[in-house]
């Protein structure tokens, strides 16, 4: 049961509704009471939010602008990109993380309603696993998703984010490079109990292929690497 679309989707959703939500939504918070592994993998999540917003942003103004955030957790991108004036459809396989991201988008994004101009939009948020969203949107982002997909499966899911994106698509994954394909090994003799599921590596170059197979070809690249966080960030664009 390794496969994503068989048993291991089953385990990744049921993860993120129970235990993972807990602990995500802790990391993807702003309390104290997170360890120091915790806090790093925090401080590097959200450089990666930043650059994701920057990346987006210096491409002119995003007021207007359709933008699919799929497997949203709870809504560190879609909040930011909401109060840009993005138009956001915002989308997570868990249940428990999309409730989450909509009660924070409530609390921030109206809190002090008669200073903002323009006036964000809420995101519209909605319970679906990536393989079974459509529609078109200026923008597809899908950030820290990957790690759940295995490169057989990951392959599909770019071609299938690729077709719902009409000008860009930004993805952030878990680079498979010696070092951290090392770390990730010794991290699986010691497993910690609240790592209940796989965490899978991604190859830029399968990635970049996957892309260029889709009719899409990278424009940017980025790295974002703390202690115990590392992620690759790329925007593409159609070839
Ligand atoms: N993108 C968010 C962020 O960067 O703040 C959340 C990242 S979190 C590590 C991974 C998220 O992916 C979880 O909320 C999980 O429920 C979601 N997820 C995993 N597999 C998914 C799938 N097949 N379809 C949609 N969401 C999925």
Same mark, same amino acid.
């Given at each position: 049961?390794?496969?994503?679309?068989?048993?291991?989707?089953?385990?990744?959703?049921?993860?993120?509704?129970?235990?993972?939500?807990?602990?995500?939504?802790?990391?993807?918070?702003?309390?104290?009471?997170?360890?120091?592994?915790?806090?790093?993998?925090?401080?590097?999540?959200?450089?990666?939010?930043?650059?994701?917003?920057?990346?987006?942003?210096?491409?002119?103004?995003?007021?207007?602008?359709?933008?699919?955030?799929?497997?949203?957790?709870?809504?560190?991108?879609?909040?930011?990109?909401?109060?840009?004036?993005?138009?956001?459809?915002?989308?997570?396989?868990?249940?428990?993380?999309?409730?989450?991201?909509?009660?924070?988008?409530?609390?921030?994004?109206?809190?002090?309603?008669?200073?903002?101009?323009?006036?964000?939009?809420?995101?519209?948020?909605?319970?679906?696993?990536?393989?079974?969203?459509?529609?078109?949107?200026?923008?597809?982002?899908?950030?820290?998703?990957? &790690?759940?997909?295995?490169?057989?499966?990951?392959?599909?899911?770019?071609?299938?984010?690729?077709?719902?994106?009409?000008?860009?698509?930004?993805?952030?994954?878990?680079?498979?490079?010696?070092?951290?394909?090392?770390?990730?090994?010794?991290? /699986?003799?010691?497993?910690?109990?609240?790592?209940?599921?796989?965490?899978?590596?991604?190859? /830029?170059?399968?990635?970049?292929?996957?892309?260029?197979?889709?009719?899409?070809? &990278?424009?940017?690249?980025?790295? &974002?690497?703390?202690?115990?966080?590392? *992620?690759?960030?790329?925007?593409?664009?159609? *070839?």
């Amino acid at each position: 049961a390794e496969e994503v679309g068989g048993g291991d989707k089953e385990v990744v959703r049921e993860y993120f509704n129970n235990n993972g939500f807990q602990r995500w939504k802790k990391i993807y918070g702003d309390t104290d009471d997170v360890n120091k592994v915790q806090l790093d993998i925090r401080l590097g999540h959200s450089k990666t939010v930043e650059n994701v917003m920057k990346m987006l942003t210096e491409e002119g103004s995003l007021q207007g602008v359709t933008v699919c955030d799929a497997g949203c957790g709870t809504g560190c991108l879609s909040i930011p990109l909401a109060k840009e004036g993005a138009v956001v459809s915002a989308s997570d396989i868990s249940a428990s993380m999309v409730a989450e991201a909509q009660k924070q988008a409530q609390e921030e994004l109206f809190k002090d309603k008669d200073d903002q101009s323009p006036a964000p939009v809420m995101p519209k948020f909605e319970v679906k696993d990536l393989e079974s969203l459509d529609g078109k949107y200026d923008t597809v982002v899908c950030l820290d998703v990957m &790690i759940h997909y295995p490169q057989s499966k990951a392959d599909g899911m770019i071609a299938h984010l690729a077709s719902l994106a009409e000008n860009r698509l930004i993805l952030s994954f878990a680079p498979k490079t010696f070092y951290y394909d090392l770390l990730k090994r010794i991290g /699986e003799l010691f497993p910690g109990p609240s790592k209940a599921t796989r965490a899978y590596l991604h190859a /830029e170059a399968d990635v970049e292929r996957a892309l260029q197979k889709a009719g899409w070809k &990278i424009r940017k690249r980025g790295l &974002i690497a703390t202690q115990f966080y590392f *992620a690759k960030l790329i925007e593409a664009v159609p *070839a």
